[in-house]
């Protein structure tokens, strides 16, 4: 299914809902990260689907949704008026929501301009603020606007899924699925990220949060990653030790059970 914005833009979405007939669930939407789509979520649907109602959408310039032309300004206050858009099309109006990585900068982005609709606040290795001065985001847009997004991903990928514990078929796949994203959508967006810093904002967010880790990024390209529940009032962070990478996509059962327990001990 897809979804129309006042801009016109059209993202995909699919819903996921294996709860009890009877019940009323709550909404969780979804929000994957940068050149990534709804699918790489998938092993997290089996978990949170029996309990909560899922949303996951494709965001702009990937997976099945709109791409604009060059020239689109792609800045996290555009993306958060998507997921905006997301919601009030939908009708939703007041999830949990889940982000990964950018999508998880996104995600705080808009829980700093609309925490109101807003039950809980999840980010798994996603920054609060991108380094002005940045060589690897330099040499990536650089890669990718020479070689194509199929080589910075390939070239890139290790960092993102620990060798050491995920099955190489499951590497293959998360790489396809990266490598189809426009190499314009991913270059112009490192443009922008550097200098960007959400942490002042964020101290005015009382959403109850949870940050999800991994012990360690190779390369730090990220930007700082560890800090949000720190710097949010109601936050709080589980770091998975021995792992180095993405851990949303690394160990996504355990991420998916970490996040029920935590909203379930929220106040009803």
């Known amino acids: 299914m897809k979804v129309r914005l006042d801009d016109g833009a059209e993202l ?34 089996p978990i949170i689907a029996r309990h909560y109602r899922v949303v996951r959408y494709d965001m702009r310039g990937m997976g099945q949704s709109s791409v604009p032309p060059q020239g689109y300004s792609w800045s996290l206050e555009n993306y958060a008026k998507d997921l905006l858009g997301v919601l009030d099309k939908l009708e939703l109006d007041r999830v949990h929501l889940i982000g990964e990585t950018v999508g998880g900068t996104i995600s705080m982005k808009f829980a700093t301009l609309h925490q109101e609709r807003l039950r809980s606040l999840t980010v798994c290795t996603s920054p609060t603020n991108f380094p002005k001065e940045d060589g690897d985001r330099a040499h990536n847009v650089h890669q990718l606007e020479t070689e194509g997004t199929a080589s910075w991903v390939a070239s890139t990928i290790s960092r993102r899924l620990d060798p050491q514990i995920v099955d190489p ?100």
């Open 169 to 268: 078929a499951y590497t293959r796949w998360y790489a396809e699925q990266m490598s189809v994203t426009s190499p314009h959508v991913v270059a112009a967006f490192s443009r922008y990220a550097p200098g960007v810093d959400l942490r002042p904002a964020l101290k005015t967010v009382r959403t109850p949060t949870l940050v999800l880790a991994a012990a360690n990024l190779q390369g730090e390209v990220l930007g700082d990653f560890r800090d949000a529940s720190k710097v949010v009032p109601n936050g709080r962070q589980v770091v998975f030790p021995g792992v180095t990478g993405f851990i949303q996509h690394i160990l996504p059962v355990p991420c998916a059970r970490v996040w029920l327990d935590f909203v379930k001990s929220l106040p009803a």
């Open 12 to 45: 995909f979405y699919r819903v996921d809902d294996f709860t009890d007939p009877w019940t009323k669930p709550e909404t969780v939407v979804l929000h994957h990260g940068m050149a990534k789509n709804h699918k790489l979520w998938y092993a997290w649907i």
